[in-house]
């Protein structure tokens, strides 16, 4: 199946700081990526799509700002959380597919101080 | 958007019986119904999925239903192990890549 890398795996922040995260699918071209945020015990929700060479689409009640997302190339979107608080603090997650299949990152854990 | 339900919440057998987890959707339009198991702190992997012109897979102890007209699926698990035990979550998709997940079902498979 393809790859889908993600860096770092995990990342302990002051409050305050910003955090970028990146997502890179190693053996194909992905021209649409996601983002998802999982809580403890809960389940995956999608937080953004991130689009190659153009704006992300966001999901409802994620706000842009906070949550940047670039997809400069084919292989690579990056997730910026900004200003980042403690209850930003969630385990990170994206994918791409090159197919109708998803193939999912090894996800981030972020922690907020 | 889609709104996908997944009962039960937890779910908890004895070795070698059978579990059956179930999914409901909302948009008739979702055409993929993938079925992933995932492991504390690590990605979803998986396990089977379903395509809309189907109506059942299996693959080994494993298998897939899916009624279109009712907007439900359901996950079957055969002679289950304690390497089962996991959280187990479905999904639909309309677009590729893009999952609406249920809100998961944590298994237990006792020794």
């Known amino acids: 199946g393809a790859v889908v890398s993600q860096h770092p795996s995990w990342v302990i922040c002051k409050s305050g700081t910003s955090v970028k995260i990146e997502c890179r699918s190693l053996d194909f071209q992905a021209t649409t990526m996601f983002w998802y945020r999982q809580f403890p015990k809960q389940s995956l929700m999608l937080m953004a799509t991130s689009n190659e060479g153009s704006k992300a689409t966001y999901e409802q009640g994620v706000e842009k700002d906070k949550f940047l997302i670039n997809h400069a190339s084919l292989t690579l979107s990056t997730l910026t959380v900004t200003s980042a608080h403690p209850e930003d603090s969630s385990f990170y997650i994206c994918s791409a597919s090159p197919h109708q299949e998803q193939f999912f990152g090894p996800g981030t854990r972020l922690t907020v101080l | ?111």
């Open chain 2, 1 to 111: 958007g889609e709104n996908v339900e997944q009962h039960p919440s937890t779910l908890s057998v004895q070795e070698g019986d059978s579990a059956v987890i179930k999914c409901t959707y909302s948009d008739s339009a979702s055409n993929y119904f993938p079925w992933y198991k995932q492991e504390l702190g690590k990605r979803p992997q998986l396990i089977i999925d379903i395509r809309s012109n189907v109506g059942e897979k299996k693959d080994q102890r494993i298998a897939v239903t899916l009624n279109k007209t009712a907007k439900h699926f359901s996950l079957h698990i055969t002679e289950t192990q304690p390497e089962d035990s996991a959280v187990y979550f479905c999904a639909a998709s309309i677009q590729a890549g893009k999952s609406t997940f249920g809100d998961g079902t944590t298994l237990t498979v006792k020794p």
